[in-house]
C-alpha cells in the first residue's frame, strides 16, 4: 500500500475472527473468506487501526477499497514518504 520495501504479512479480506459468523458465513463462500493481501506490517496495523473487524467484512473488502478509506489515504501519503519503521497503535 505505502509502496515501502518492506517485509510482507499476509491480510484476509474478511477477518477470521468473524468466520464463523452466520452473517458472513451466508454472504461469503469459503474460498472468499481466504482471499487476502499482501501489506506491510505498518499498513496492516493502520488498516486494523483505522477500521474495526466489522467494519471490514462490510465494506472494505480489498486493496482499493482501503487505499481509498479517507484516514487509511492519508497513512498511507504520509508513510510513503518514511523511509525507517513507524510503529503505529
Same mark, same amino acid.
Given at each position: ?5 518492506? $517485509?510482507?504479512? +499476509?491480510?484476509?479480506?474478511? $477477518?477470521?475472527?468473524? =468466520?464463523? #459468523?452466520?452473517?458472513? @458465513?451466508? #454472504?461469503?463462500? @469459503?474460498?472468499?473468506? /481466504? /482471499?487476502?493481501?499482501?501489506?506491510? #506490517?505498518?499498513? =496492516?496495523?493502520?488498516?486494523?487501526? +483505522? ?9 472494505? =473488502? ?11 489515504? @492519508? ?11 513507524? #510503529?503505529?497503535?
Amino acid at each position: 500500500m505505502c509502496y515501502r520495501s518492506r $517485509p510482507l504479512t +499476509f491480510h484476509h479480506i474478511i $477477518p477470521t475472527s468473524l =468466520h464463523r #459468523r452466520r452473517s458472513v @458465513k451466508t #454472504r461469503f463462500t @469459503k474460498a472468499e473468506l /481466504q /482471499q487476502g493481501i499482501n501489506i506491510c #506490517r505498518d499498513c =496492516h496495523n493502520a488498516v486494523h487501526h +483505522f477500521l474495526s473487524n466489522k467494519e471490514l467484512s462490510e465494506k472494505w =473488502h480489498g486493496l482499493d477499497e482501503l487505499c481509498e478509506h479517507p484516514e487509511i489515504a @492519508k497513512y498511507i501519503e504520509w508513510a510513503a514518504r518514511q523511509s525507517g519503521r513507524i #510503529r503505529f497503535g
